[in-house]
C-alpha cells in the first residue's frame, strides 16, 4: 500500500519499498502480524488499549480534559546505521547550541543577527553574565526529525526549553513488549537506561555528591502531568508543586516535607514560569543557589527563526561540518528571503516563530487559496513572527485500523531525546517518540491531536 | 554652551525628555519591553548622548532593528505593581529647510531603500484607501503634488478629534470616521500614498518647544533626498527639522511604539500616564527633571489589559 501526494509524488514509506515489498527491517514484524490477523491484531490493540486507559497515559490537549495517549502499538524500526547518523547529528546540535548560550549570555555571540535574537520572547536580559553550574544551560533536549528515505534525516526544529515525550517513548517500547511479546522475536533492540542518565547528570550539577532533587509540576491539569509522574517514579526524585518550594532566608531552596524543611540541589522543573510556582526562585538560580534542569535562557535557541543559524553555530563552536541536514528555513525580515517566499508560497510552510505543538503550522500546498491568501497577508503584515521552510516530502508508516483491519500509511517524525551531563558528555537515548500525523496531514504534533508509536533501534 | 553634540553649521540644540508610567492592579511578576526612545541620527538630526532609566531598573540590551531605531529591550524580573520609565537627551537639529525637487513617481519604482515601506502593515492596507487616494492626487504624477494633495486633503477632511479612535484603530476606518488624533491622519496618509505607490513611513518623535504627548508625521522617499517629512495633522509639506524631535521610524505606529511588551501578573492595568518635553538650548536633563515632569502627567488610559505577548501598550502618539 503506498501513498500519493496531491502532485503524485510517492512519498518514502518506511514499511516497503516502492516494489511493494515488506523491507528486511521489517519482514519479522509483518510475518508477526499476518500470524495474528486482522482478528488478533484488533484484540491485541483493545487490550493495549485497556491498559493506557488504567494506567491513565495521559497527554491532555485542553488543560484539564481527560485524554489518553493514542498510540498505535506496530512499532518503528531504525536501523542501527540509521541511528548512528542521527546519534552524531543530535549530540552535535545540543553541544553547539549549548555554547552558542554560553556565548549569548556571556560574550557577544556574532551568530544570530542581535534584532532577531533579542526580539525572542524567550532571551532573558537577566541572564546575561551568570554561568550555570558547569556551564550547561541545556541539560535535557529534544529535537523533531523527519526522514526522507534512504538514511537521509533532516531536523525541522529544536526543543531546549521543557521538552517533553520521553515517557510516551518509554511507555509506548514497554507496553508493546508485554501486550505483542511476539513482535519481538528475532529482533535485538538497542536497550538503555535513562535513569542512570538523568541521575548522573543531577549529581554532575552540583557540589553534594548525594544532591537532592525533586521534579517541580505545574499540577495534574498540565498537559503532560502523566510524563512528570512517571519521571519521578521512575527516577525516584520527590514530584513538588510550586507551593512544596520556598526559598529561604538564607537565599536556598527548600522542600517542605512532613517532617522537616530540606534544601534542595537540584529542580528538574518542567514549567516555564519560575517565580509564578515559586517567588524568588530565577533569584536563586541565578545566584548559584540551586541547579535548574534546564536551565534559564535557553528558549532563545529554541526560537524558530534562531534555528537557521544552527548549522553555523556547529561550525563556529564546534568547528565540525553538521551531520544532520536541516529543513532550509527563510528568515522574512531579510528582504530578498521575503521576496522569495511570497512569490514561492505554494511550496513552503509557514510556522509561526513563538509557536509550539504545532500549532500555528501553515502547510502551504495542503491549503486553500484563500486561506493561503490570509498568511502571506500576515507575512506581510508581521514579518517577524513568522519563518518559512520548505515543504519536505517525509515518510510515511502503516497504523493498524481496527475498524477497516487493515495497515494505512501516514506521515512520521522522529522526535530524539538527548541529556547532556556537567562534565560535557552526552547521551542520546536510541529510538525516540515517533509521532503519526492525522490522515491527510503532515503535522505530527501530539498537541495537535496525532498518534504516538513504539519506536526501536534494531541491531 | 553648545558642546555636547556634534553636527552641521546651522543647527539648534534641544534637550528632550520622555517619561512613562504605568500602574498594575496586582504585582507584575515580570515585565518585558521592547523601548523605542532614543533619538534618530539623520534627516536633519543629530543624536548626543540619551540617558534612559527605569524603576525598578531592571536588565536590558540595546540593538539597531531593521527600520535603523535603537531599541532596548527591557525585563524587569523585580516584582513591582509601578513601572517607569524616562528617557533625556540633547540632539541637534537642522534649521534649514529642506529642498526637495520634484521628480516623476515613476522614478521611485523598484528602488531596494524604499521597499520595506510599500506593502500592507497591520494598521496601514494601501488597497482600502486606493480609491480616495486616485481622486485625490493631481494627475501629473509628480511626487511632491502627490504628496501636498494627499496631505492637504488628510489635514483638510479629517477632524482633530481625541478620544474616539484607539492604538489600534486602521486607515480605513479613520476615513470612515472622518475624525481621529496625529496618529489615526498619518496613517490615512501612509495608506493613500503607498496606494499611489510612494514608500513612505511612519515617523514618531516630540515637537520642539513643546510639552504633552507624543507626535507623529509621514516620511516619504526622494530619489535625490532620501526621506522627507509631511505633517498631516499641521498640514505641512517638508516642515523645518528643527521643529520635531525624532525617535523612530516604521512602517505604523505598531513598529515604533515608544513602548511595547507584555507582563506577568493576576491583576491588569491600572493606569497609563506619559509624557514628553523638548526645549531649545535647554540643558541635558536628570531623571528628577523627568519624574518632576511625569508628576504633571495626566492618565492617559485606564483599562484592564489582558496578558500575552505582545501587548501593545495603550498609549498613544497624538
Not at chain 1, 516502492?18 to 500470524?35: D, K
Not at chain 2, 505633517?231 to 528643527?242: E, H, N, Q, V
Request: aromatic fraction near 10%.
Amino acid at each position: 500500500m503506498v501513498a500519493a501526494s496531491a502532485k503524485g509524488v510517492r512519498f518514502y514509506s518506511e514499511w516497503q519499498d516502492s516494489g511493494g515489498r515488506v523491507r528486511p527491517h521489517y519482514a519479522g514484524l509483518a510475518e508477526a502480524a499476518g500470524g495474528l490477523g486482522s482478528g488478533g491484531l484488533a484484540g491485541r490493540w483493545d487490550s493495549a488499549r485497556r491498559r493506557v486507559d488504567l494506567e491513565a497515559v495521559t497527554f491532555y490537549l485542553d488543560p484539564g480534559s481527560y485524554r489518553v495517549m493514542p498510540t498505535d502499538f506496530l512499532p518503528r524500526v531504525i536501523p542501527l546505521e540509521h541511528w548512528e547518523t542521527i546519534a552524531a547529528g543530535v549530540s552535535q546540535r545540543i553541544r553547539a547550541i549549548n555554547r552558542f548560550l554560553a556565548d549569548l549570555y556571556n560574550g557577544g555571540q556574532d551568530v544570530v543577527p542581535d534584532e532577531v535574537i533579542y526580539t525572542s520572547q524567550y532571551f532573558y536580559p537577566e541572564v546575561q553574565g551568570f554561568r550555570p553550574p558547569k556551564d550547561v544551560f541545556v541539560h535535557i533536549y529534544g529535537v523533531d526529525l523527519v526522514h526522507l528515505g534512504d538514511g537521509r534525516y533532516v531536523a525541522l526544529e529544536d526543543n531546549l526549553r521543557i521538552p517533553s515525550g520521553i515517557s510516551y517513548q518509554l511507555k509506548a517500547v514497554g507496553l508493546a513488549a508485554e501486550i505483542l511479546p511476539e513482535f519481538t522475536d528475532g529482533y535485538e533492540i538497542l536497550s538503555y537506561d535513562i535513569r542512570d542518565s538523568y541521575l548522573n547528570m543531577f549529581r554532575s550539577l552540583s557540589g553534594n555528591p548525594e544532591p537532592v532533587c525533586v521534579l517541580l509540576t505545574d499540577g495534574k491539569y498540565g498537559a503532560a502531568f502523566f510524563e512528570h509522574r512517571y519521571l519521578s517514579d521512575l527516577l525516584g526524585i520527590p514530584l513538588v508543586e510550586g507551593p512544596d518550594l520556598y526559598v529561604g532566608q538564607d537565599g536556598r531552596v527548600y522542600v517542605r516535607t512532613l517532617d522537616r524543611d530540606i534544601p534542595v540541589d537540584v529542580i528538574y522543573r518542567r514549567v516555564e514560569d519560575l517565580d509564578l510556582f515559586v517567588p524568588g526562585l530565577r533569584g536563586a538560580y541565578l545566584e548559584g543557589k540551586v541547579a535548574l534542569v534546564n536551565g534559564i535562557g535557553t528558549g532563545a535557541a529554541d526560537d524558530k527563526l534562531v534555528f537557521l543559524w544552527v548549522p553555523q553555530m556547529i561550525e563556529r563552536y564546534l568547528g565540525e561540518a553538521p551531520v544532520l541536514e536541516q529543513a532550509v528555513s527563510y528568515n522574512l525580515a531579510d528582504l530578498d528571503s521575503r521576496r522569495y517566499v511570497l512569490e514561492n508560497l505554494d511550496g513552503l510552510v509557514i510556522k509561526t516563530r513563538q509557536g509550539y505543538g504545532g500549532l500555528g503550522v501553515f502547510v502551504m500546498p495542503d491549503l486553500g487559496a484563500a486561506y493561503k491568501a490570509r498568511v502571506a497577508n500576515n507575512i506581510l503584515q508581521n514579518p517577524l513572527m513568522f519563518i518559512a521552510q520548505e515543504t519536505l516530502d517525509f515518510s510515511q508508516h502503516m497504523v493498524f485500523n481496527e475498524q477497516s483491519g487493515s495497515l494505512e500509511p501516514r506521515h512520521i517524525d522522529l522526535r530524539v531525546f538527548a541529556a547532556q551531563s556537567g562534565d560535557g558528555s552526552v547521551s542520546v537515548f536510541p529510538g525516540g517518540l515517533t509521532r503519526v500525523a492525522l490522515p491527510g496531514s503532515r503535522i505530527t504534533n501530539n498537541s495537535s491531536g496525532g498518534l504516538c508509536k513504539p519506536t526501536w533501534v534494531v541491531r | 554652551m553648545q558642546t555636547d553634540v556634534g553636527g552641521a553649521l546651522d543647527t539648534v540644540a534641544a534637550s528632550f525628555i520622555y517619561a512613562a508610567r504605568y500602574g498594575y492592579s496586582d504585582t507584575v511578576i515580570h515585565n518585558d519591553n521592547q523601548l523605542r526612545v532614543f533619538p534618530r541620527e539623520g534627516e536633519g538630526q543629530f543624536a548626543g548622548a540619551t540617558e534612559l532609566w527605569s524603576v525598578p531598573p531592571g536588565r536590558g540590551v540595546d540593538y539597531q532593528d531593521r527600520f535603523g531605531n535603537r531599541v532596548r529591550r527591557l525585563r524587569v524580573v523585580e516584582p513591582h505593581t509601578t513601572f517607569v520609565v524616562a528617557a533625556a537627551g540633547r540632539v541637534r537639529l537642522s534649521t534649514e529647510l529642506p529642498v526637495g525637487y520634484d521628480v516623476s513617481i515613476a522614478s521611485l519604482q523598484g528602488l531596494s531603500e524604499g521597499f520595506e515601506y510599500t506593502f500592507i502593515s497591520p494598521l496601514v492596507d494601501p488597497d482600502k484607501v486606493a480609491g480616495l487616494a486616485a481622486s485625490v492626487a493631481d494627475g501629473d504624477g509628480s511626487l511632491l503634488g502627490a504628496v501636498n494633495g494627499v496631505v492637504r486633503w488628510v489635514y483638510e477632511n479629517i477632524i482633530y478629534k481625541r478620544g474616539t479612535t484607539s492604538v489600534s484603530t486602521t486607515a480605513e476606518q479613520v476615513l470612515a470616521a472622518g475624525e481621529g488624533v496625529c496618529q489615526d491622519k498619518t496613517h490615512l496618509a501612509l495608506g493613500m500614498l503607498r496606494a499611489l505607490k510612494i514608500p513612505c513611513r511612519y515617523a514618531s518623535g516630540l515637537l520642539t518647544g513643546q510639552t504633552g504627548e507624543t507626535h507623529s508625521w509621514v516620511e516619504f522617499y526622494h530619489p535625490n533626498h532620501g526621506w522627507l517629512g509631511a505633517d498631516p495633522t499641521k498640514g505641512l509639506i517638508l516642515p523645518p527639522a528643527r521643529d520635531y524631535v525624532k525617535l523612530g521610524v516604521g512602517r505604523d505606529y505598531t513598529d515604533v511604539s515608544p513602548v511595547t511588551g507584555s507582563f506577568l501578573s493576576k491583576g491588569g492595568t491600572s493606569g497609563i500616564a506619559a509624557i514628553a518635553a523638548v526645549v531649545v538650548d535647554g540643558e541635558q536633563p536628570t531623571l528628577e527633571d523627568a519624574l518632576e515632569l511625569l508628576e504633571g502627567a495626566y492618565v492617559v488610559q485606564n483599562e484592564n489589559v489582558s496578558v500575552g505577548f505582545p501587548i501593545e501598550r495603550p498609549e498613544r502618539d497624538r
